[in-house]
């Protein structure tokens, strides 16, 4: 189902510019829940009480105000904090484009589906193609409701996506945190872990992994509207929290139960790899050279 753009705009690169509308990547599929009183099962609804006068206020009356000190505030109109957003237009302009592994994780935040506009379905294409063939990611800055983003632009399947970003400053810095040091290359117990994440190791299938969570929720509200007891199974203790473990011991137990179940794919792959080489050089050898 078609949903409304909400934002359009256009891709700018060098002097190449893509007409394009920003659709929501994401989607909450979770319940909504609203607080009601206990009482009368009635909705709650929330005012906006002055901490001075205790009086509701209406939106016409408030402003935006920064504390500076505590209980001091300095106030900006609406007018003047637009005034900050000293580019006001509708374009993504890309700034770089990087290597996409180079890029750190934490940088992403929320996805947007770029859908190309009224024509430019070719440039588009030339674009997209060209991100996923040098493997780069476009880089660059948008506003998005009168806020500046980073952004970055990236081929996902046919489509292009925006990423909004978080600037550097907005990362905690790893040198607040204290993280133990690298091990030696030679450890018996890194090479036994390396050897379970390898026994571990699938392709990725997205589908396979799902929110039990909402599940539950989801049957306990249809048990609750038919006036029906649900019954939902808690899952057993785990004894292993809390405890300091014998790290070596629950890596050799690890191993020997993944060796006792069932090979994995990537396993099984390589089992099937190795097979066919071997029959491809049994083939060679018996083709006859010829003088």
Not at 63 to 73: D, L, Q, R, S
Not at 276 to 286: E, F, S
Request: with cysteine; net charge positive; hydrophobic share 40%.
């Amino acid at each position: 189902m078609a949903t409304r753009a909400l934002w359009t705009g256009s891709i700018a690169f060098g002097l190449v510019t893509i007409p394009i509308e920003l659709h929501r990547a994401i989607r909450d599929t979770r319940p909504r829940f609203r607080l009601l009183h206990a009482k009368d099962k009635s909705p709650v609804k929330f005012e906006r009480v002055c901490q001075r006068e205790g009086h509701a206020v209406s939106f016409s009356e408030l402003v935006k105000g920064y504390e500076y000190e505590k209980g001091k505030f300095v106030v900006l109109t609406r007018e003047e904090i637009e005034t900050a957003a000293l580019d006001k237009t509708s374009t993504m302009d890309i700034l770089d484009f990087v290597e996409s592994e180079a890029i750190d994780d934490r940088f992403f935040e929320t996805p947007y589906y770029a859908v190309p506009g009224k024509g430019g379905d070719r440039a588009y294409a030339v674009l997209r193609d060209a991100l996923r063939q040098s493997h780069k990611t476009g880089v660059g800055k948008i506003m998005l409701r009168q806020v500046q983003h980073l952004a970055a632009l990236e081929a996902i399947g046919d489509a292009l996506v925006i990423t909004m970003m978080r600037f550097p400053d907005e990362l905690a810095d790893l040198s607040d945190f204290t993280f133990p040091k690298t091990l030696p290359e030679k450890s018996r117990e890194l090479d036994m872990a390396k050897t379970l994440i390898d026994q571990l190791t699938d392709e990725w299938h997205p589908d396979k992994y799902t929110d039990e969570y909402q599940e539950n929720l989801m049957r306990l509200i249809r048990a609750k509207l038919k006036g029906k007891p649900v019954d939902l199974k808690e899952p057993e203790p785990d004894a292993r929290q809390g405890q300091v473990v014998d790290l070596m011991e629950r890596l050799r137990q690890s191993l020997g139960g993944r060796a006792a179940s069932k090979p994995s794919r990537t396993a099984a792959r390589r089992v099937r790899a190795k097979a066919k080489k071997g029959r491809a050089n049994t083939a060679r050898r018996k083709v006859p050279r010829v003088a």
